[in-house]
């Protein structure tokens, strides 16, 4: 385990090659490309943008975290692989069902240990009530979430506004 306290900035590109490349690599993270997460942002562009959010919370709260946990639950927390904008009926509960399948998905997929699994898991709570974070880690991504999933929906439409 890596665990350590960020004492400057980072290259958050050099981070997340170092602990990801091979999800970021993977198929699963290519066909992310072209899913729509909120307005014009990928799914893609939407974890890595969680990803480095993540990085400067634990940064800026000083938090001895496990970076290559970080990166990887980070990456891989919205990994569900489908286009939940095309009206399909079982897409409707999305944001209450989507981390179970980004969990099925990736387990599939990759190598994940006890925090990556609970940082997918819980990225939703409190919608998702019952699937409350039991790591630092998962904290730390589920208010990321939140900051970077406001920003792209707000962001989004106050450009259209204008
Ligand atoms: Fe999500
Ligand atoms: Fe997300």
Not at 59 to 81: E, P, Q, V
Request: charged share 25%.
């Amino acid at each position: 385990m890596t665990c350590i306290i960020m004492k400057q900035e980072p290259n958050y590109n050099n981070l997340i090659s170092l602990y990801g490349s091979d999800i970021l690599d993977s198929k699963g993270m290519e066909a992310a490309k072209d899913f729509i997460q909120h307005g014009d942002t990928s799914v893609y562009e939407h974890c890595l943008a969680v990803t480095i959010m993540s990085i400067k919370l634990a940064c800026a709260l000083r938090m001895a975290i496990d970076m290559n946990t970080l990166i990887r639950g980070c990456l891989l927390h919205d990994y569900f692989l489908y286009d939940w904008h095309d009206g399909v009926k079982w897409h409707r509960l999305h944001g209450f069902r989507h981390p179970k399948f980004a969990l099925r998905n990736a387990r599939r997929d990759f190598d994940l240990n006890e925090v990556e699994e609970d940082m997918i898991r819980s990225h939703m709570f409190p919608m998702t009530i019952s699937k409350v974070p039991h790591h630092k880690e998962s904290v730390i991504l589920c208010i990321a979430d939140k900051i970077v999933s406001t920003r792209e929906v707000f962001v989004r439409k106050t450009q259209n506004a204008s």
